[in-house]
């Protein structure tokens, strides 16, 4: 069964620059695995950011991006904020159906 | 604007049936797959599966044994029954839409489903 990787955690000070990827343990990641990421605060329901690699859904702020980085899809916060400080999870589609990442905790700090 | 709001028993005993119903407000319910997604406590997020208006269903294979998905066009709800739970089957269950660029645009406030004995 296809895995979907994620880091399990990572840190980025305040203002600073962040990159998040979402991979695959057989494989690369394209356009066509359609990769989406959600952000989702405990004790909430997950939130659409970022879907078809690099479209925003709507009143998502401009400093969330998305992309294909290598053999990867990517997250990218650009000045980071403290309500930035989420868990992220990934999505792709992989052929046999679509299927979650682990989630990455992102520390704000 | 759409909305997704669900409902369901929150405490199970091992080898009962889960059952949650969500209902969809706004928007269109037959041109989009509607979806289970399940976070165990700690862990990150686990699709179920996704069913259209037409009640074709598309499972997990992990849990395709004991998963049924159902649809009522005429309430805009659709259902997910879930045999023989364990504690393993201990999570927040979501529903959601699932939209034309495979990905979930709306979701469910969810619904903590505790099984023990």
């Known amino acids: 069964q296809t895995v979907v990787t994620q880091e399990s955690s990572f840190s980025v000070s305040p203002g600073g620059t962040v990159t998040l990827t979402c991979g695959l343990s057989?494989?690369?990641?394209?356009?066509?695995?359609?990769p989406s990421w959600y952000q989702q605060n405990p004790g909430q329901a997950p939130r659409t950011l970022i879907y078809?690699?690099?479209k925003r859904s709507s009143g998502v702020p401009d400093r969330f991006s998305g992309s294909i980085l290598g053999n990867k899809a990517a997250l990218t916060i650009t000045g980071a904020q403290a309500d930035d400080e989420s868990a992220y999870h990934c999505?792709?589609?992989?052929?046999?159906?679509?299927?979650f990442g682990g989630g990455t905790t992102l520390t704000v700090l | 604007q759409v909305q997704l709001q669900q409902w369901g028993a929150g405490l199970l005993k091992p080898s009962e049936t889960l059952s949650l119903t969500c209902a969809v407000y706004?928007?269109?319910?037959?041109?989009?797959?509607w979806s289970w997604i399940r976070q165990p406590p700690g862990k990150g997020l686990e699709r179920i599966g996704e069913?259209?208006?037409?009640?074709?269903?598309s499972y997990n294979p992990s849990l395709k044994s004991r998963v049924t998905m159902s649809v009522d066009t005429s309430k805009n709800h659709f259902s997910l029954n879930l045999r023989s739970v364990t504690a393993a089957d201990t999570a927040v269950y979501y529903c959601?839409?699932?939209?034309?660029?495979?990905?979930?645009?709306?979701w469910g406030q969810g619904t903590l489903v505790t099984v023990s004995s």
């Open positions: 959601a839409r699932f939209g034309y660029d495979f990905s979930f645009d709306s």
């Open positions: 069913i259209n208006h037409y009640g074709s269903a």
């Open positions: 057989y494989g690369s990641v394209s356009t066509t695995s359609y």
């Open positions: 706004g928007g269109s319910f037959s041109d989009y797959y």
């Open positions: 999505l792709l589609f992989v052929g046999s159906g679509i299927v």
């Open positions: 078809n690699t690099n």
